[in-house]
């Protein structure tokens, strides 16, 4: 993998680790999916294989990155949902083709057919933050306790009290913050 593009941060739930393919949103932001064959590359990732990407479908896949985290944002702070977002989640889902499979171990996982297109992995990407967002899951929707983060997450964690988007990016580097914090005598970073 080429240098001069950040590693994807990847998660467990499909729609909140597509957003997080742009974080640090409150601070200095990092574009995961810069250009477009990196768009095929996260898809492929997570098992969304499409043999090309345009600008175009870029400007797509962009779209509906920012729809969800806008969604699942309202969601976790029990906000009307803007129905802008709601939109183009919806109309990106009704666009996929895209079949459910049951896999030999009882879990569902979609499967492209071998013309599949951007859109059609797109549509994979909005159903899942319908299911999240809908309150399908066993879990929660919460936002990062990282000031330069705030990204939306999906909670399974027992307790439901998870901070972070991922401990080991933002909750290390609040840890390490409040470290050297204690150590100079200044006050931790807020939380």
Known sequence: MPAEFPDFRLGTVLATSFTGTLSERHGDSVERIPVPHRLVD?????GLAVDSCTAGQLDLARELRESIHATATAAALQDALPAPALQVINDRSAEGRAAA?????GA????????SRVE??????AAD???VIAGERDGRLALCAS?????????TSQSRTRKWCDMNTCGNRQKKARFHAGRRGTPAPAE
């Not at 499979?101 to 171990?105: A, K, M």
């Not at 059609?120 to 990407?125: E, F, H, P, T």
């Not at 000031?147 to 909670?155: G, H, M, Y």
């Open 42 to 46: 996260w898809l492929a990732v997570y």
């Open 120 to 125: 059609d992995a797109l549509g994979v990407i």
């Open 108 to 115: 569902r996982q979609w499967r492209l057919g071998p013309a």
């Open 147 to 155: 000031p330069t983060c705030r990204a939306a997450f999906f909670d």
């Open 101 to 105: 499979v049951l896999t030999p171990e």
């Open 129 to 131: 933050a319908i299911s």
